[in-house]
């Protein structure tokens, strides 16, 4: 049974920076995407980043790019989401996700953490 237990979030003062570890258990993500999402209050849950497990594959979301960046450490089964230069909008819940058909499917991921609270303070 997969697993995935994000960790990491926290309050931070704009233009800080956060890393998001994401411990995936249960068995081997050799063939799976990893992503991020995100949820604010009062908005639908919204993609972030995604990366292929093997590394050959990245997608980011626009407003992602340039100040966040999705790795793993396949030693560790873990995923991490750096975040730089925050700002008040990224203020949300962070979910890990994993989805066993690839980065063409992490849009809609069969596997989902518990999610991780980030506070950007202005």
């Known amino acids: 049974q997969v697993q995935l237990v994000e960790s990491g979030g926290g309050l931070v003062q704009t233009g800080g920076s956060l890393r998001l570890s994401c411990a995936a258990s249960?068995?081997?993500?050799?063939?799976?995407?990893m992503g991020w999402f995100r949820q604010a209050p009062g908005k639908e849950r919204e993609f972030v980043a995604a990366?292929?497990?093997?590394?050959?594959?990245?997608k980011y979301t626009d407003s992602a790019k340039g100040r966040f960046t999705i790795s793993r450490d396949v030693s560790k089964d873990t995923v991490y989401l750096q975040m730089d230069s925050l700002k008040p909008e990224d203020t949300a819940t962070y979910y890990c996700a994993a989805d066993g058909l690839g980065i063409a499917a992490i849009l809609a991921p069969n596997y989902w953490g518990q999610g991780t609270q980030v506070t950007v303070s202005s």
């Open positions: 249960g068995r081997s993500f050799i063939d799976y995407a």
């Open positions: 990366m292929t497990w093997s590394g050959n594959a990245f």
